[in-house]
């Protein structure tokens, strides 16, 4: 019997990295009935470890790790562009008073977070920026885990079910964050791509994209899906490690765009002046690019300057409140229930 369909609330957190995911986020949300997701990007094997330990000792509800596949190409970029992007950045890292970071390649250390996952098994392990091998899907189902992939493209939906997973995550452009499938310039918003895969696919589907309300989770399950993945909605709880500017910004009703200026890879953020600038570029070269700038964007962090910091958001973020997370996923689910509801009572005027 799948996770989904034991679920008693159709939502899950969506797995943000880089500091919202918390353990204490994922455990709220799993023991409000939804699924909580640990975000296993960017951080060491031995802190993915430490991370699911604590959240069992939160809950004892089931939870799932993300994981960050490593460049199926080997990190290949363009060099002369990365250092092109380099130097056009360098005056920005001397305002702020530190050193670009080296644009170096890497796998994210996903060898060791894929065997802590085999040896410590979870009860869903989750993919993006493409599709896990054969060998690491049935290796991961072996030990009783279940493997969803991440897509942003019908045919890649298709190509995820011929490996094996037991669910497809349906990632509409509208979703905050990195694009989780590859190529990462697949632009369907979540509803048409959601019905789209459900014409090709016999998995269960779950929606990920702009959904920050009741109504929003109402959408995707009549289109077909079996839970409504939410990310933005949840950086303002309280469990969540959002940083204060980026909790100001997202509260705004400033718009987001998809931007490569950050980490070398197409991500949806609230518009800031760093975006403005440096959007036109930013060379494709994820993580090298992550790695040149990553210490002029904790700088920005670590001051509070929102108008260099990536402030990662879907474009329903004005949507988000200041809940604590469990009380959200009640939120969510009687909003969904009620919007259902008005739904078919208009309806019936239709005769």
Not at 31 to 36: D, I, P, S
Not at 90 to 111: F, I, K, S
Not at 304 to 310: E, L, P, T, W
Request: aromatic share 4%; glycine share 12%; net charge negative.
């Amino acid at each position: 019997m799948s996770v989904l369909s034991v679920l008693p609330r159709p939502i899950i957190a969506a797995p943000m990295a880089g500091g919202p995911s918390t353990p204490a986020l994922a455990a709220a949300v799993s023991a409000a009935g939804g699924l909580g997701f640990l975000a296993a990007g960017m951080i060491s094997a031995d802190r993915l470890a430490a991370d699911v330990a604590e959240v069992r000792t939160r809950t004892d509800r089931p939870f799932g790790v993300n994981v960050f596949l490593p460049d199926a190409n080997g990190g290949a970029v363009d060099a002369v562009a990365v250092r092109a992007y380099a130097e056009r950045l360098a005056p920005e890292a001397r305002r702020h008073g530190v050193t670009l970071g080296e644009p170096v390649g890497g796998d994210d250390a996903y060898p060791e977070k894929l065997a802590a996952l085999l040896a410590d098994p979870v009860p869903v392990v989750s993919f993006v920026f493409g599709l896990p091998d054969l060998a690491a899907v049935a290796a991961l189902r072996e030990r009783g885990t279940e493997v969803w992939a991440t897509v942003t493209s019908p045919d890649a939906a298709s190509e995820a079910v011929g490996l094996g997973v037991d669910a497809v995550v349906v990632q509409g452009t509208e979703a905050g964050g990195h694009r989780g499938g590859l190529p990462d310039d697949d632009d369907y918003g979540v509803l048409s791509l959601l019905r789209l895969v459900a014409a090709r696919c016999d998995r269960p589907l779950v929606a990920a994209g702009g959904i920050a309300d009741g109504a929003g989770v109402a959408a995707v399950l009549t289109a077909g899906a079996a839970a409504a993945q939410v990310g933005t909605a949840f950086l303002r709880c309280p469990e969540a490690g959002t940083s204060p500017m980026h909790r100001a910004a997202v509260a705004g009703t400033a718009p987001t765009a998809l931007t490569r200026a950050f980490t070398g890879k197409r991500a949806r953020g609230v518009v800031n002046d760093f975006l403005r600038r440096h959007d036109g570029s930013a060379p494709v070269g994820y993580p090298q690019v992550l790695h040149l700038t990553r210490p002029l964007l904790a700088a920005a962090k670590g001051s509070g300057d929102a108008s260099v910091a990536n402030l990662w958001a879907g474009q329903a973020h004005a949507l988000a409140t200041e809940t604590p997370a469990g009380d959200l996923v009640a939120e969510l689910t009687a909003g969904a229930r009620a919007a259902l509801t008005a739904a078919v009572e208009r309806s019936g005027a239709w005769g």
